[in-house]
Every structure is written in C-alpha cells, then in structure tokens.
C-alpha cells in the first residue's frame, strides 16, 4: 500500500458541555497541526499517490471553513461537542466528497482509504480512517 501525507494547521475557539470535559466547558482555543495521509494499491499512471498540490489546496480549503472560527457560533456544529476526534472525521469526511466530485484530479479516483490526524500538542491527538 502506497500513501502520501500532507499537512497544514488550523486554529479553533470552542467550548464543551458535559462534567467530563472539565474546565475545557469554559471557551478555550486550539491550534491543530492536521496531517492527512491518502492510501491506494497501485500508483496511477503518473506514479502518484495523489497529486500534493490539489491535495493540499483542497486540504486548506476545508480547513478555511473552520479556521479562526468559533466553532460554537458555527451552524455546522450547533449542539456538537467538537472533539479532537469528531474534528478528524468532518476533515476526513468534507475531503472524501472532494475526492468523489474529482477535485483531487483524475488519479485520486484510485485511492482507497484516507486517515486525517489533529495534533493538540506533541502529547496528544487524534486520527480518524475511512474508507473512499
């Protein structure tokens, strides 16, 4: 399995309910070094995971949706615990119908699964993985 990785970082404001979250229910910020990794069998005919390029103007263009962005205040997320990990899999999921409307090029339709990990900290993060 082939895969290639692409990065870029964002920053955030949200806050969470429930006890579990403990100071973190205040409103807090977080910056997310996001790295997405795109998987597939064979290389296309370019010898290409997927083009970097497209795959990291479209990775940035997701993340404009939420960057410097309450998430609080965003109807996307009205009522949502904005964790890390459900953070990883709205990534995962908005790249995913980019990649099946063909904004990736015509090599990406041979990828088979992508996995978008947000770094908190050099401590901790979360990665979500799906299948295209």
Known sequence: MYSLTVRDHMMIA???????FGPAQRLHGATYVVDVSFFRPQL?????????????????????????????DEPDFAGTNTSTEMLAAVVA?????????G???PG???????????RESHVAWATYERNL
């Open 93 to 101: 999921d908005r790249l995913a119908d980019r990649i099946r409307t």
């Open 14 to 20: 949200h806050s969470f309910r429930g006890e579990v």
């Open 44 to 72: 296309d005919a370019d010898n290409l995971v997927v083009d970097i390029g497209l795959a990291s103007e479209q990775l940035k263009d997701v993340l404009s949706a939420m960057n410097y962005r309450n998430l609080d």
């Open 108 to 118: 990406a339709s041979g990828l088979e699964r992508l996995a978008v990990t947000l």
């Open 103 to 105: 904004a990736l090029g």
